[in-house]
């Protein structure tokens, strides 16, 4: 167990963004794990069964428990960048390092990442941290694909925008201008 | 939007994502898990789901609620070759009457409001719908302003 709680708990995280939710969802995980004890025990793959499960846990609690909140979190929720708070210096890739001296990288990442609103956080994490192809998520989420690549697409903007990030891109059209 | 953008700031969020190291789990995790499964197994086995019952025990179980099944059929099928059985159906029937008067009282009722559907006429109908479903979007507003004044994030 504490070779893949940590795994399991992430998953959990960063899909709740509740650390009590995410201990419930955890535990729940290895105890349905402990009753199939027999079939994971030596398993090549107990982690990723693991972490499917916490995938799939994570997002039935989402459903069972937030959906009345969201209705009423996300109603009137335009740009999530305007919150009000300020953009996080970092992500420069040239000027990383000097930024990094006094904030944690991946923490600052992190914070980014559970700042966004569950509509684009959930999609963006089942795509780029569980590998889930377009479709898988739409499935998951009952969605439709449409709507699975326009979250997808905002939530990287709006983490582009949080986290600064520069693309090569950008800055030759800078450039070229 | 310029689909080489797109790819470079697919392959940008994601490596910042995959950079993300694993998250820590609370150290009294593993032994929360630890006590619920010793506390599960203290439950005796009768107490637990079915499907953790013992194979014996989920076999005779089995046998047993099988058994009880066959001896209801049998019963019932005993009962009706027999005059009892008419007797107590009509037994069963008098102590539903009461259903009946129930459905008087709703068959009335459903007449007064169609009738005072024909006397209003739609216009103040439609008008009482307009103003119940402006009240109900006004409820909803409110709603959702209360709540996102309660937690709104400081």
Same mark, same amino acid.
């Given at each position: 167990?504490r070779?893949?709680q940590?795994?399991?708990?992430? $998953?959990?995280?960063r899909?709740?963004?509740n650390?009590?939710?995410a201990? /419930?969802v955890?535990?729940?995980?290895?105890?349905?794990?402990?009753?199939?004890?027999?079939e994971?025990?030596?398993?090549p793959?107990?982690?990723?069964w693991?972490?499917?499960?916490?995938?799939?846990?994570?997002?039935n609690h989402?459903?069972r428990y937030r959906?009345?909140?969201t209705?009423?979190s996300?109603i009137?929720?335009?740009d999530? /960048?305007? /919150?009000?708070e300020?953009e996080?210096?970092?992500a420069d890739e040239?000027?990383?390092?000097?930024e990094?001296e006094?904030r944690?990288r991946h923490?600052?990442v992190?914070q980014a990442?559970?700042?966004?609103? $569950?509509?684009?956080?959930?999609?963006?994490?089942?795509?780029h941290?569980e590998?889930?192809?377009?479709?898988?998520?739409?499935?998951?989420l009952g969605v439709s694909?449409g709507?699975?690549k326009? /979250?997808?697409?905002?939530?990287?903007?709006a983490l582009?925008?949080?986290?600064?990030l $520069?693309?090569e891109l950008?800055n030759n059209l800078?450039g070229?201008? | 939007? #310029?689909?080489?953008? #797109?790819k470079?700031?697919?392959?940008a969020i994601?490596?910042?994502?995959?950079?993300l190291?694993?998250?820590?789990a609370?150290?009294? !995790? *593993? #032994?929360?898990?630890?006590a619920?499964?010793?506390?599960?197994a203290?439950v005796?086995w009768?107490?637990r789901s @079915?499907?953790? @019952?013992p194979? *014996?025990?989920?076999a005779?179980?089995?046998v047993?609620l !099988?058994?009880l099944f066959?001896g209801?059929?049998?019963?019932? @099928?005993q009962l009706?070759q027999?005059g009892?059985a008419t007797? *107590?159906l009509?037994?069963?029937g008098? @102590?539903?009457?009461?259903?009946?008067?129930?459905? #008087?009282?709703?068959n009335? !009722?459903?007449s007064a *409001?169609?009738l005072?559907?024909?006397k209003?006429?739609t216009?103040?109908?439609?008008t009482?719908?307009?103003?119940?479903?402006?009240?109900?979007?006004m409820?909803v507003?409110?709603?959702?302003v209360?709540?996102r004044?309660?937690f709104?994030?400081?």
């Amino acid at each position: 167990m504490r070779n893949y709680q940590n795994m399991v708990f992430s $998953t959990a995280m960063r899909l709740l963004t509740n650390q009590s939710e995410a201990e /419930d969802v955890t535990q729940e995980v290895f105890l349905r794990a402990y009753e199939r004890f027999g079939e994971l025990q030596g398993s090549p793959t107990v982690g990723g069964w693991l972490k499917t499960v916490a995938t799939n846990l994570s997002l039935n609690h989402l459903s069972r428990y937030r959906s009345r909140w969201t209705f009423f979190s996300e109603i009137f929720t335009g740009d999530p /960048d305007a /919150d009000g708070e300020p953009e996080m210096e970092f992500a420069d890739e040239s000027n990383a390092g000097e930024e990094l001296e006094a904030r944690d990288r991946h923490a600052v990442v992190e914070q980014a990442l559970q700042k966004l609103p $569950t509509a684009q956080r959930v999609p963006l994490v089942l795509y780029h941290l569980e590998g889930l192809r377009y479709e898988e998520i739409a499935g998951k989420l009952g969605v439709s694909l449409g709507k699975v690549k326009t /979250d997808i697409s905002r939530g990287r903007e709006a983490l582009r925008k949080k986290l600064r990030l $520069t693309l090569e891109l950008e800055n030759n059209l800078t450039g070229n201008a | 939007m #310029n689909p080489d953008y #797109n790819k470079q700031l697919e392959a940008a969020i994601s490596r910042e994502l995959k950079a993300l190291p694993e998250l820590t789990a609370p150290a009294v !995790l *593993a #032994n929360r898990v630890m006590a619920t499964l010793e506390q599960r197994a203290r439950v005796p086995w009768y107490r637990r789901s @079915w499907q953790t @019952w013992p194979v *014996a025990m989920q076999a005779a179980s089995l046998v047993v609620l !099988l058994a009880l099944f066959g001896g209801l059929c049998l019963g019932g @099928w005993q009962l009706s070759q027999t005059g009892t059985a008419t007797l *107590a159906l009509h037994r069963v029937g008098e @102590w539903f009457s009461g259903l009946s008067m129930i459905g #008087n009282t709703f068959n009335v !009722l459903v007449s007064a *409001a169609v009738l005072v559907v024909k006397k209003l006429g739609t216009g103040v109908i439609a008008t009482c719908l307009v103003a119940a479903g402006i009240g109900y979007a006004m409820c909803v507003g409110l709603g959702t302003v209360y709540f996102r004044l309660a937690f709104a994030k400081r």
